[in-house]
Protein backbone atom coordinates (compact mmCIF):
# COMPACT_ATOMS: atom_id res chain seq x y z
CA UNK A 1 0.00 0.00 0.00
CA UNK A 2 3.38 2.14 0.77
CA UNK A 3 4.46 1.64 -2.79
CA UNK A 4 1.07 2.21 -4.36
CA UNK A 5 0.43 5.60 -2.63
CA UNK A 6 3.77 7.05 -3.32
CA UNK A 7 3.16 5.80 -6.72
CA UNK A 8 0.13 7.71 -7.17
CA UNK A 9 1.76 11.18 -5.72
CA UNK A 10 4.53 10.94 -8.23
CA UNK A 11 1.76 10.73 -11.02
CA UNK A 12 0.14 13.64 -10.33
CA UNK A 13 3.67 15.54 -9.81
CA UNK A 14 4.39 14.34 -13.67
CA UNK A 15 1.13 15.45 -14.74
CA UNK A 16 0.93 18.82 -12.72
CA UNK A 17 4.27 19.61 -13.88
CA UNK A 18 3.78 18.70 -17.78
CA UNK A 19 2.49 22.31 -18.43
CA UNK A 20 6.30 23.56 -18.29
CA UNK A 21 7.56 20.85 -21.01
CA UNK A 22 8.03 23.57 -23.64
CA UNK A 23 10.16 25.50 -20.96
CA UNK A 24 13.85 24.44 -21.98
CA UNK A 25 15.54 26.95 -19.85
CA UNK A 26 18.80 25.32 -18.38
CA UNK A 27 19.12 24.90 -14.66
CA UNK A 28 21.71 27.34 -13.67
CA UNK A 29 21.24 26.84 -9.85
CA UNK A 30 21.23 23.35 -8.24
CA UNK A 31 18.68 22.80 -5.80
CA UNK A 32 20.57 20.70 -3.02
CA UNK A 33 18.24 18.84 -0.54
CA UNK A 34 20.11 17.93 2.81
CA UNK A 35 18.19 14.58 4.04
CA UNK A 36 18.03 12.12 7.21
CA UNK A 37 18.18 11.81 10.41
CA UNK A 38 19.32 14.13 13.48
CA UNK A 39 23.11 14.48 11.91
CA UNK A 40 21.84 16.15 8.97
CA UNK A 41 19.16 18.12 11.74
CA UNK A 42 22.04 19.15 14.16
CA UNK A 43 21.19 21.18 17.28
CA UNK A 44 18.77 23.87 18.30
CA UNK A 45 22.15 25.45 19.79
CA UNK A 46 25.48 26.22 18.42
CA UNK A 47 26.38 24.93 21.51
CA UNK A 48 25.28 21.61 20.97
CA UNK A 49 25.79 18.83 18.34
CA UNK A 50 26.20 20.49 14.59
CA UNK A 51 24.95 19.27 11.18
CA UNK A 52 27.77 19.04 8.33
CA UNK A 53 25.37 21.60 6.29
CA UNK A 54 26.85 24.87 7.74
CA UNK A 55 30.40 23.60 6.44
CA UNK A 56 28.92 22.19 3.45
CA UNK A 57 27.55 25.83 2.60
CA UNK A 58 30.61 27.26 3.48
CA UNK A 59 32.07 24.98 0.77
CA UNK A 60 30.08 25.72 -1.71
CA UNK A 61 30.15 29.82 -1.00
CA UNK A 62 34.12 29.28 -1.31
CA UNK A 63 34.13 27.46 -4.65
CA UNK A 64 31.70 29.43 -6.84
CA UNK A 65 28.66 27.60 -6.71
CA UNK A 66 25.14 28.51 -7.57
CA UNK A 67 23.01 26.83 -5.38
CA UNK A 68 19.75 26.88 -3.29
CA UNK A 69 19.42 24.62 -0.28
CA UNK A 70 15.67 23.39 -0.01
CA UNK A 71 13.56 21.20 2.23
CA UNK A 72 10.83 21.63 4.48
CA UNK A 73 12.90 22.32 7.75
CA UNK A 74 14.52 25.58 8.97
CA UNK A 75 17.50 26.06 11.25
CA UNK A 76 16.06 28.47 14.04
CA UNK A 77 19.39 29.33 15.01
CA UNK A 78 21.44 32.00 13.25
CA UNK A 79 25.11 30.89 12.04
CA UNK A 80 27.85 33.55 11.59
CA UNK A 81 27.82 34.97 7.92
CA UNK A 82 30.44 33.52 5.26
CA UNK A 83 31.49 36.22 2.75
CA UNK A 84 29.10 38.62 3.94
CA UNK A 85 26.21 35.77 2.84
CA UNK A 86 23.60 34.62 5.14
CA UNK A 87 23.65 30.66 5.73
CA UNK A 88 21.04 29.34 3.56
CA UNK A 89 19.02 26.69 6.81
CA UNK A 90 16.62 24.95 4.29
CA UNK A 91 17.22 21.18 5.06
CA UNK A 92 14.83 17.42 5.00
CA UNK A 93 17.14 16.40 8.59
CA UNK A 94 14.58 14.66 11.42
CA UNK A 95 15.69 13.43 14.62
CA UNK A 96 15.35 10.24 15.59
CA UNK A 97 14.19 8.64 12.09
CA UNK A 98 14.69 6.07 10.26
CA UNK A 99 14.84 5.03 7.10
CA UNK A 100 11.09 3.89 7.27
CA UNK A 101 10.26 7.03 9.21
CA UNK A 102 11.35 8.59 5.57
CA UNK A 103 9.53 6.57 2.99
CA UNK A 104 6.57 7.11 5.25
CA UNK A 105 6.64 10.48 5.13
CA UNK A 106 7.98 11.20 1.81
CA UNK A 107 5.11 12.57 0.31
CA UNK A 108 5.30 15.50 3.08
CA UNK A 109 9.23 16.14 2.51
CA UNK A 110 9.38 16.78 -1.02
CA UNK A 111 7.66 19.78 -2.33
CA UNK A 112 6.32 19.00 -6.24
CA UNK A 113 6.93 22.45 -7.43
CA UNK A 114 10.51 22.42 -5.87
CA UNK A 115 11.92 18.97 -6.36
CA UNK A 116 16.14 18.76 -5.81
CA UNK A 117 18.67 18.30 -8.45
CA UNK A 118 20.88 17.00 -5.43
CA UNK A 119 20.25 15.32 -2.49
CA UNK A 120 22.84 14.19 0.39
CA UNK A 121 21.55 11.03 2.13
CA UNK A 122 22.33 10.22 5.11
CA UNK A 123 19.96 7.45 7.27
CA UNK A 124 19.96 4.23 8.74
CA UNK A 125 21.77 4.90 12.07
CA UNK A 126 18.63 4.90 14.25
CA UNK A 127 17.99 1.83 12.17
CA UNK A 128 20.76 -0.47 13.80
CA UNK A 129 20.18 0.97 17.08
CA UNK A 130 16.39 -0.43 17.16
CA UNK A 131 17.66 -3.60 15.25
CA UNK A 132 16.43 -2.89 12.26
CA UNK A 133 18.93 -5.11 10.00
CA UNK A 134 21.11 -4.25 7.30
CA UNK A 135 19.53 -5.44 4.61
CA UNK A 136 16.34 -4.04 5.76
CA UNK A 137 18.00 -0.21 5.94
CA UNK A 138 18.88 -1.29 2.22
CA UNK A 139 15.94 -1.79 0.88
CA UNK A 140 14.30 1.18 2.01
CA UNK A 141 17.05 3.21 0.72
CA UNK A 142 16.76 1.51 -2.64
CA UNK A 143 13.02 2.74 -1.83
CA UNK A 144 14.00 6.08 -1.10
CA UNK A 145 16.28 6.61 -4.28
CA UNK A 146 13.35 5.44 -6.89
CA UNK A 147 11.05 7.43 -5.31
CA UNK A 148 13.91 10.70 -5.96
CA UNK A 149 14.95 9.32 -9.51
CA UNK A 150 10.97 8.93 -10.34
CA UNK A 151 10.59 12.77 -9.50
CA UNK A 152 13.92 14.06 -11.52
CA UNK A 153 15.30 11.50 -13.44
CA UNK A 154 18.76 13.23 -13.93
CA UNK A 155 19.00 13.63 -9.96
CA UNK A 156 22.55 13.47 -8.42
CA UNK A 157 22.22 11.61 -5.06
CA UNK A 158 25.32 11.27 -2.28
CA UNK A 159 24.70 8.21 -0.14
CA UNK A 160 26.24 8.30 3.59
CA UNK A 161 28.31 4.82 4.18
CA UNK A 162 27.49 6.38 8.21
CA UNK A 163 30.17 7.10 10.83
CA UNK A 164 30.18 4.86 13.79
CA UNK A 165 29.10 6.11 17.27
CA UNK A 166 31.87 6.70 19.87
CA UNK A 167 34.12 3.70 20.13
CA UNK A 168 32.83 3.01 24.00
CA UNK A 169 29.48 2.62 22.78
CA UNK A 170 30.32 0.39 19.92
CA UNK A 171 30.39 -3.75 20.68
CA UNK A 172 31.76 -5.97 18.19
CA UNK A 173 28.77 -6.92 16.82
CA UNK A 174 27.73 -3.03 16.67
CA UNK A 175 30.77 -2.57 14.16
CA UNK A 176 30.01 -5.83 11.85
CA UNK A 177 26.49 -4.61 11.50
CA UNK A 178 27.51 -0.69 10.92
CA UNK A 179 29.87 -2.64 8.25
CA UNK A 180 27.38 -4.69 6.69
CA UNK A 181 25.20 -1.47 6.07
CA UNK A 182 27.32 0.17 4.30
CA UNK A 183 28.64 -2.30 2.27
CA UNK A 184 25.20 -2.54 1.44
CA UNK A 185 25.52 1.11 0.30
CA UNK A 186 28.55 0.35 -2.09
CA UNK A 187 26.23 -1.74 -3.79
CA UNK A 188 23.52 -0.28 -4.21
CA UNK A 189 24.71 3.10 -5.22
CA UNK A 190 26.50 1.12 -8.35
CA UNK A 191 23.37 -0.35 -8.89
CA UNK A 192 21.21 2.38 -8.37
CA UNK A 193 23.12 4.83 -11.09
CA UNK A 194 21.97 5.38 -14.42
CA UNK A 195 22.49 6.71 -17.51
CA UNK A 196 20.94 9.89 -16.66
CA UNK A 197 20.77 9.43 -12.32
CA UNK A 198 24.31 9.42 -10.60
CA UNK A 199 24.44 7.83 -7.16
CA UNK A 200 27.72 7.86 -5.55
CA UNK A 201 28.34 6.12 -1.80
CA UNK A 202 30.56 8.69 0.16
CA UNK A 203 32.74 7.00 3.00
CA UNK A 204 32.40 8.68 6.59
CA UNK A 205 33.36 5.69 8.71
CA UNK A 206 36.55 5.40 7.64
CA UNK A 207 39.66 7.05 9.25
CA UNK A 208 37.00 8.15 11.73
CA UNK A 209 37.79 9.76 15.49
CA UNK A 210 35.96 9.61 18.90
CA UNK A 211 36.88 13.47 18.86
CA UNK A 212 34.72 14.21 15.80
CA UNK A 213 31.50 13.00 18.33
CA UNK A 214 30.24 15.93 20.97
CA UNK A 215 28.08 12.61 22.54
CA UNK A 216 27.48 8.78 21.67
CA UNK A 217 26.20 10.18 17.67
CA UNK A 218 26.77 13.29 17.12
CA UNK A 219 28.79 15.93 15.75
CA UNK A 220 31.22 18.35 16.98
CA UNK A 221 32.05 21.42 15.39
CA UNK A 222 35.42 19.52 13.43
CA UNK A 223 33.06 16.61 12.95
CA UNK A 224 30.59 18.20 10.98
CA UNK A 225 33.56 19.52 8.77
CA UNK A 226 34.68 16.35 8.33
CA UNK A 227 31.52 15.43 6.99
CA UNK A 228 31.15 18.57 5.13
CA UNK A 229 34.02 18.03 3.65
CA UNK A 230 33.55 14.52 2.41
CA UNK A 231 30.44 15.46 1.00
CA UNK A 232 31.84 18.40 -0.80
CA UNK A 233 34.43 15.86 -2.32
CA UNK A 234 32.33 13.41 -3.65
CA UNK A 235 30.06 15.86 -4.92
CA UNK A 236 32.78 17.93 -7.17
CA UNK A 237 34.29 14.93 -8.49
CA UNK A 238 30.34 14.23 -9.69
CA UNK A 239 30.05 17.56 -11.52
CA UNK A 240 33.89 17.49 -12.50
CA UNK A 241 33.37 14.40 -14.70
Known amino acids: ?9 LLLIAVSCSSDDSTENPIITYKIMAMGDSRVDGSSSLQGHRSYRYDFWKNLVDNGWSFNLIGPETDLISYPSHQNLVFDPDHAG ?6 STLLDNFTSIIDPLNIPDIVLLGIGGNDLTGGVTPDQVAENINLIIDFLQALNSEIIIVVEQIAPAK ?3 MS ?27 VVAVDMASGWSDSYLLDRVHYTAEGAKVVADRYYSALASVLNQ
Do not use: C, H, P
Open 167 to 169: SDA
Open 172 to 198: SRDWEILGELNSNISVLANAQATGLST
Open 1 to 9: MKKVFLYTF
Open 94 to 99: FGGWRS
